[in-house]
């Protein structure tokens, strides 16, 4: 079985510009949670989906924004990029909110912006 | 908002047992206390989960007090390649801490 999978592994991006980040989940898991880590601090958490529909938000700018589709994939979307923005960005799903197995993440995009 | 706290970094040595503990004052009293294994470049991986006194999995121990304010994982008989970042966190938070930076040495 594929695991969590996210594209691009890396990405090099400019100030200002627009990203999309995408990930698979685990197959028949329905929520899908994503984070950003910068160097050397905990992954920070941005959104949580779930049959669809957005279950949580974390403290981002309106820059971030994500959807699922019914195939229960995702993508992460962020606007007007910042150097501050380069992070490794993860993405974690679970069959429910509520799993005896916690989440499983992918392996993450890098985003480097210049 | 519940938040935990764990020591920046631990040291051990090839063969012992590593306890590290978490203070979660204000968790939820219907949360899972869940514990994460991260290696550079990588994604955090799931080790444990439980929610009041012991659960014990194939890598771990999970040991939570009665009271639940806190949380110990015990990693058996630690090897180098469990060098790693520990992080603890309530289940439903979804909020990592800055967690443990466990370096085993020979």
């Known amino acids: 079985d594929a695991g969590v999978t996210q594209s691009p592994t890396h990405l090099i991006k400019t100030r200002g510009q627009h990203v999309t980040l995408r990930c698979s989940p685990i197959?028949?898991?329905?929520?899908v949670s994503w984070y950003q880590q910068v160097l050397g601090q905990g992954p920070q958490f941005i959104f949580q989906?779930?049959?669809?529909?957005?279950?949580g938000r974390g403290n981002f700018p309106d820059r971030f924004s994500a959807r699922q589709f019914p195939n229960y994939s995702s993508e992460l979307n962020v606007n007007a990029l910042l150097l501050g923005d380069s992070a490794l960005y993860l993405c974690?799903?679970?069959?429910?909110?509520?799993?005896?197995?916690?989440?499983?993440f992918g392996s993450g995009t890098r985003l480097t912006v210049v | 908002l519940a938040k935990t706290t764990q020591p920046i970094s631990m040291d051990s040595y090839e063969g012992q047992e590593v306890n590290i503990t978490c203070s979660h004052n204000n968790i939820a009293t219907n949360d899972y206390i869940t514990w994460y294994q991260q290696f550079p470049s990588q994604g955090p991986r799931f080790i444990i989960q439980g929610y009041k006194t012991k659960v014990t999995n194939e890598v771990a121990s999970l040991f939570i007090p009665a009271d639940r304010k806190s949380s110990t994982l015990s990693l058996p008989r630690v090897s180098l390649s469990d060098t790693a970042v520990y992080y603890c966190?309530?289940?439903?938070?979804?909020?990592f801490g800055k967690g443990t930076m466990l370096l085993v040495s020979p």
């Open positions: 197959s028949g898991h329905k929520s």
């Open positions: 966190l309530g289940h439903s938070t979804l909020t």
């Open positions: 989906y779930y049959e669809k529909e957005e279950r």
């Open positions: 974690a799903s679970s069959f429910s909110l509520l799993s005896n197995y916690g989440y499983t």
